[in-house]
């Protein structure tokens, strides 16, 4: 650490206690400023440096660097080869709780839209790059139809549910045709993307916590059941983000 950053670091820390913070009160401003910067970061696949989060908190570069230092020893952010933080493995844990509430809460949803349309209907989440079948209900009624099992993974940003996933991150200079359509559409249609024959219409999920990125996906033999499945499926996104 520098001198100037010594300096800057006691003139913030004695700001907090001129104030008359307590003990409690000063913990619960660096938990804020914490769980602040994970937000931060975690919504940047790109990464954030130093610098920037400082800015965001509003705090020195120091401070802001040890919060950085606290969340990577807990594997929340990973600091890169570039120097930047990136969202760490620890918060796939987080975010694997709060979508396995998600994924219960969606299940009875999924089954009724299964039955209603006569297709298999997956609820789909981004794990890095990959999108991975989370839940999945398929319709009693039908005789014929497309399995789709739990723990499938396909790549982000190939197939409807890994476009719809791909479509909730922030825009790329480079990402493909698709991904900006099925951004500016609000869903992804695709046909043999994956399955050859078979149709995916998947729509996103808008949930409380932005930094988890999910869809609901139908996926038909049917060429008549994807053309009529659209309404449906937005109004199911629709109902499982407001679960979520």
């Known amino acids: 650490m520098s001198d100037n950053e010594a ?18 009160a000063a913990g619960s401003q660096t938990l804020a400023r914490g769980l602040l910067a994970l937000e931060l970061v975690a919504g940047q696949p790109r990464g954030m440096a130093v610098q920037d989060v ?17 969340l990577a020893e807990h594997h929340l952010v990973v600091r890169a080869s570039d120097g930047r933080y990136r969202a760490g493995s620890g ?17 009875p949803v999924l089954r009724r839209t299964a ?15 990959e999108a ?22 396909n790549p982000v940003g190939v197939g409807a549910a890994g476009l719809a996933l791909a479509a909730l991150r922030p825009p790329e200079p480079d990402e ?8 500016e559409q609000g869903y992804a249609r695709t046909f043999g993307r994956i399955e050859p024959g078979a149709y995916g219409v998947a729509v996103p999920l808008h949930l409380v916590d932005p930094a988890l990125h999910m869809c609901v996906n139908l ?17 199911v996104a629709e109902e499982i983000s407001g679960l979520g």
């Open 91 to 107: 918060t796939v844990t987080l975010a694997r709780g709060y979508a396995a509430g998600v994924r219960e809460a969606a299940l």
């Open 219 to 235: 996926i038909t033999w049917r060429e008549d059941v994807a053309d009529a499945s659209l309404p449906t499926m937005r109004a």
């Open 132 to 153: 991975v079948a989370v839940a999945v209900a398929e319709p009693l009624s039908v005789n014929y139809l497309l399995s789709y099992r739990v723990g499938s993974r």
């Open 54 to 70: 400082a800015q965001h908190l509003g705090v020195h570069r120091t401070i802001a660097y040890r919060i950085l230092v606290t």
């Open 176 to 183: 493909s045709p698709e991904v900006t359509q099925a951004r």
């Open 7 to 24: 300096v800057a670091e006691a003139r913030d820390g004695g700001a907090e206690r001129a104030t008359g913070q307590s003990g409690k």
């Open 115 to 129: 039955e209603q349309l006569g297709a298999t209907v997956a609820l789909v989440t981004a794990e890095g790059n």
